[in-house]
Structure formats: C-alpha cells, structure tokens
C-alpha cells in the first residue's frame, strides 16, 4: 500500500467516524431473521424478508426505538430445517441477537426452537402453522401466524353461505397438509357436513390425476386444497381438464390468488381462498390506512404484486418485535420475551396480542391473526358475494 | 370401472413421459456409464427455454419445442467436450461427482434467472377437455403423447437403423475396436450425450405446458428417469419405454386404489422387486447393449 492510499483510508475512517460519532453511544438494535432465501421456497422467503425491511426502514424513519436505529441480520436457511437450527445458532452466538424473527416452515421453526430454548432467545414466528409449534411448551415462542385449527374455526361463520354439504380433501403430504385436513374434517364435520375422500400429495408431484379421478367419484360439492401455490396451480388445471366440476377452497393462506390467476386462468375461475392479507382491496382490512401504506410503498419499490400476501408477515412480526423493545425498555433477550407478552399492536393483518397455549407453565405465545375469504372472479380477485358490502 | 379406465389413460400419458425421460437417460447411464444427476436440469432447461421462446419471442408451439431440443443438444455437447472429454478413463465415481456439480450448478443458475416463481408455458391448444364416455383428457395431453410416441420412435431408428446409431453401439461395446474400424470416438461421446439431452429437454418442453417451469423441477424427473432405467435395464430402448409406461400406470393405480399418501411408494417398490428378481431390470438381454 502507498504512502497516498494510507492517507486515503485514514482521512475516510475518520470521516467515517465523524459521521457515527452522535450515535455512537447508541449501537444499532440487532434483530435476527432466519428466512429461507434460496431452494424451492426461496420466492416466499425474500418477499417476507422486503417486507421486514420495509418495517425496519418505518421504524427508523420515525427515528428508531429510543433513538436507536434497527438493524436486521438475515441469515438463509435454505428451506432446510437442518440449516434454520445452525442459522439460529449463529444468530445468538456470533452475532448475539437477543430476538429473532423466523422461520418460514414448520419443519425449519421446528428444527431451530430447541436453540432458542437454550439459548433463552425469543422468536416470533410469522407463517408456520403446524398446531405442534406452540404446544410443545417452548416459552420463547411467540406466533402470529394461525394454526390450521384456528384458521378452520375463522372460516367457521361462513361454511353455510359457501354452501358446503358433502366435502373431500386434497392435501400436500406434509404436518402442515395433514394437520389441515384433521382441523378442517373436524369442524366441517361439527357443521353437519359429510367428508368423502382424504387424499394427499408428494411436496414435489405435478400430477395429480390420480387423486382427481378418486375425488371425482365421491360425488362431493367442495374440494379444500392445502398446499403451496405451485401445486394449487397444477390441481386446479387438472381438475379443470377432469371436468371435476367442484367448489375449490385453498387454505393456508399462501395461496396467492394474483399468482393463480396468472397461470391457471379460467381453471381458477370461481375458486374460494383463505387468505391473510387483501393487498387487492387494502381498504377492507382492520387497520385501512396501515395496510395502504403497505401496498404504496410495496409497489414504490418494485416489489411484484404477488409477493405482497407473504411479504406483510415480514412487516407485521418485526413491528410486533420492534413493539416488545419498546415497552421492555432494553435489548435483553429475557426482557424482550416478558416484553411479547405485553405487547398490543395492529399489524398489517391486524390486531396483534399474545395469548397463553400449550403445557401449563412453559406456555408459548399465540396471538389470534385476522381471517379473511377471497374469491376469483372474472379474472379478478374479489370479495365473495356474501362478504361483499350491500 | 368408470375410474379405472380413467387411471389407465392417465397412467399412460403419464408414463409416456417417463418413457421419454428414461430413453435419455439410459443411452447416457446405459451406453456412456456416466451416472447423469443432471439429466433432470436438461428436462428444466427444455421448459424454460420453450418457455422463453413462447412468450418472449412469440414463436409458435412446434418452433418453441424444436428450440428447447435444439438447445438441449448443445448445451450437452457442450457438457461432453468440456467435462466428460478430459475425464473419459477416469472411474464413473469421478464423473458421477462432476455431474453432480452440473446438476447444482444449473439448478442455481434457473434460479438466478428466472427466480423462485413458476412460470405458466402458453400453448394454443383447447383446454376443453376431449370426453369419451367417462373419460376426460385435455387435448393438449393428447398432443403431448403423440409427440413423445413420435421422439420415441425417432430415437429408436436413430440408434437401430443409420450409420451414427451403429457407430454409437460399436463404441460402447468395444471402444478400441470401433476406433480400429475408423469410428470417431470422441464425436460418438459427444453425439451420445448430446441426443440424451435433447431428449430430456424435450420432455420439459412438452411437459412444461402440462405442468409448471421452476427450478427444483428436475429433481422429480431425474429421480423418474432414473427409476425407468433401472426398470428396464441399463441401455436398452424397449425397457426405457415399456417401464416408463409400466411405473406411470403402476402409481397411477396405487394412488387410486392404495393410498394417494403411498403415490410413489408403489414406483419404488415395484422397483425394488425387480432389483430382487431380475437384477440386470426387466428386459435385459444376455448382452447389454442395442
């Protein structure tokens, strides 16, 4: 190195220096968030990982929490649970978050809460929903994300106005697709309708005829289809090319309607789907005015559209995460969890509160998200006659 | 009844495809003694690139999957001359693991450009589907299986009947030999491995328009392919074909009547029984090649 460039790089870290000196007291606010950023989900993690950064860049525009900017550390899990373990792992000990935000499956929340337990890091979790999360009695979790049963109990008040008698399921063969079903089966079931056939599918079939032609035979009136939008694109064409004929219901909420209406076209003509967030009508959610917002500067930034019913969980859980600093007053772990505990927000989705479940004394949080039903229409994504205003 | 006929007809388009794929696959594993993890990532690229050719330069259907085949051939000649050529007397072990490496590298290289979101193929065909009694089928499968039959039968005169397909069983029966008769070794290789991935990038382009183009699509192909030439036994055409109809029926009626949940259970076990029995696969000869 020259004499030259030894003063250029002195004179730019005092510069440097001299910028961070007011804050230098104030070390940014570290929050972790584990996300699956490349393999076969990669798409839904990077839209929920734009969606913390629009959440990050809010908060630090209003000036951070007690003058302290946020500062988020995303670590990629591959869609592998083995890889969520070893990137919690990471997170607390090299980096020394004291709350994280993650991650993304059920089977990656699964793999890495053993390391939040021991660690004694929180974690919010923002889109697994397998009921086993919260009832394994691991008191760092925080969700706010439904539960397949509590998703079938929002759909409750409308089963009779989706005219449901007689319904068969389809579903990926997964804790995630199986757990639907059984949460699903038993409320329709409590509402007087009959259940025919059960069938499942490889994560990774695109052929689903098999099961198309068993469900047609039941002679049903509604199929609920719990899987990711890829498949739900693939059974919807098929069934289209079976003449099934049926009532679809996607649960899950991952089922990106814009997506579907792009690739299955008329095959998803009239199809019902349980969904999170209405980026489509942003004005109909509890809080309108948050949730516009969300969409302006989603579309500012040239996010695509379809991102957006992923992209608001990345908002909601690090403004819910921001909130329990706030009111624990320090970036402690311990302080941070008994902080969730406290917390009361509107998120994106809607209000956000933490209730006790699972094993008595090692409860986890769970906090009751909003549900909402969309339908296809004309191409259109719109609401269902029967939520629709008068 | 009514249902099973409709499993057999999609058992049978379904296995069409696999047929296909195990044809590729098996003059590559069969003939070359290259275990090609990649075979798969040819049958992604054949969807993109048909993809790419349908919606972004508006060429029709026919074009679109001639492109796909076009550049399916070239990438895998290219694949040969590059990587296979330098390691031809190394173990299968050495090639396995540089395919491998192919096989991510390819995989990463889809995601990078075209990112995580599957993508619809257009094709003009009805979507209407052609009903015969209690059966229904979209015209477009039925375009799909007569495109297959017809790469199929092509593949078969390829090998059997010109001087190209003599020259490529002579190599790999005796290498040595086939070069004293003057048969140009290294462009047999090339020739070989490139027709094999043509094949596997056809299948994607046809099949691309059934189904979705993501990245992680090969992974089921290749595990397909591979199964279809276990079935039939290393390098053998019939095989390939009858065992990919064979295992498409096979799971189309174990998900029927078994278990939706056993889908593919029923592919391997088949598989596995015929490993038991019939070691060399189903329709091997005394000697393995053509």
Not at chain 1, 214 to 231: P, S
Request: aromatic share 8%; net charge positive.
């Amino acid at each position: 190195m020259g004499k030259r460039s030894i003063v250029l790089v002195a004179l730019v870290l005092v510069a440097l220096a001299a910028l961070t000196v007011p804050g230098a007291s104030q070390a940014p606010l570290k929050i972790g968030v584990i996300q699956p950023l490349s393999g076969p989900v990669a798409a839904s993690g990077n839209y929920i990982r734009m969606g913390a950064e629009i959440a990050r860049d809010w908060i630090n525009a209003r000036g951070g929490i007690a003058g302290r900017k946020v500062d988020l550390l995303i670590e990629d899990n591959k869609s592998d649970p083995k890889e969520a373990a070893s990137a919690a792992e990471k997170l607390i000990v090299r980096d020394k978050v004291p709350v994280i935000m993650g991650a993304w499956g059920s089977s990656m929340t699964l793999a890495a809460m053993p390391k939040l337990e021991e660690y004694g890091v929180p974690m919010v979790v923002e889109t697994s929903s397998a009921a086993s999360i919260t009832k394994r009695g691991n008191p760092w979790i925080f969700r706010i994300s439904p539960p397949s049963e509590m998703e079938a109990l929002g759909l409750e008040q409308y089963v009779d106005k989706l005219g449901v008698k007689r319904v068969d399921f389809l579903a990926v063969n997964t804790d995630w697709g199986r757990g639907a079903i059984s949460a699903f089966g038993d409320m329709l079931q409590k509402k007087g309708a009959a259940v025919g056939a059960k069938e499942f599918m490889d994560q990774s079939a695109t052929d689903m005829n098999a099961q198309l032609t068993k469900i047609k035979a039941t002679g049903g009136d509604t199929l609920f289809l719990t899987t990711a939008v890829e498949q739900i694109t693939l059974v919807m064409k098929q069934a289209q090319e079976q003449r099934l004929g049926r009532k679809i219901v996607t649960t899950g909420g991952s089922s990106s309607p814009t997506q579907l209406i792009k690739q299955a076209g008329a095959a998803a003509e009239g199809s019902y789907h349980i969904v999170f967030f209405m980026p489509w009508f942003p004005e109909a959610m509890p809080d309108g005015k948050l949730a516009k917002a969300f969409v302006d500067e989603w579309a500012k930034r040239g996010h695509p559209f379809e991102g957006l019913t992923e992209g608001f969980r990345g908002h909601d859980g690090i403004a819910t995460i921001a909130e329990a600093i706030k009111v624990a007053g320090k970036d402690e772990a311990a302080a941070i969890r008994d902080a969730l505990w406290k917390v009361s927000l509107m998120g994106v989705n809607g209000p956000i509160k933490f209730e006790k479940d699972g094993p008595a004394g090692k409860e986890s949080g769970q906090s009751k998200p909003s549900i909402f039903v969309v339908q296809i229409r004309d191409g259109k994504v719109a609401l269902p006659d029967f939520l629709a205003k008068k | 009844m009514d249902q099973l006929l409709q499993h057999l007809v999609n058992g049978l388009v379904l296995g069409g495809t696999y047929a296909l794929l195990g044809i590729g696959l098996t003059l590559i594993f069969g003939l070359m003694n290259v275990v090609n993890f990649a075979h798969g990532e040819f049958y992604t690229l054949g969807a993109y690139v048909a993809f790419a050719a349908l919606t972004l330069a508006g060429v029709n259907f026919i074009v679109g999957i001639l492109a796909a085949i076009v550049a399916g051939a070239a990438l895998g000649w290219l694949c040969e001359v590059t990587l296979l050529r330098p390691l031809r007397n190394e173990s299968i072990d050495t090639t396995m693991l540089v395919m491998i490496g192919v096989w991510i590298a390819m995989q990463n290289g889809e995601l990078l450009v075209w990112g995580g979101v599957a993508k619809s193929i257009p094709h003009p065909f009805p979507t209407a589907p052609l009903v015969m009694g209690p059966v229904a089928i979209a015209p477009l499968r039925v375009i799909v299986l007569v495109l297959a039959v017809g790469l199929i039968a092509s593949s078969w005169l390829l090998i059997h009947q010109t001087k190209l397909g003599r020259a490529m069983r002579a190599t790999f029966q005796d290498r040595d030999t086939a070069a004293l008769m003057g048969v140009s070794i290294g462009r047999v290789h090339a020739a070989t491995f490139a027709f094999g991935s043509a094949l596997a990038s056809a299948a994607g382009a046809l099949l691309g328009p059934v189904f979705l183009a993501y990245p992680s699509m090969g992974d089921l192909a290749s595990l397909k392919a591979f199964s279809v030439v276990i079935l039939g036994g290393l390098g053998n055409l019939t095989g390939a074909t009858v065992g990919g109809l064979l295992l498409g029926i096979a799971e189309e009626l174990g998900a029927g009547y078994i278990s939706s949940g056993y889908r593919d259970a029923v592919g391997f076990v088949i598989i596995i029984m015929v490993l038991v029995l019939r070691p060399s696969g189903l329709f091997a000869r005394q000697e393995r090649i053509g």
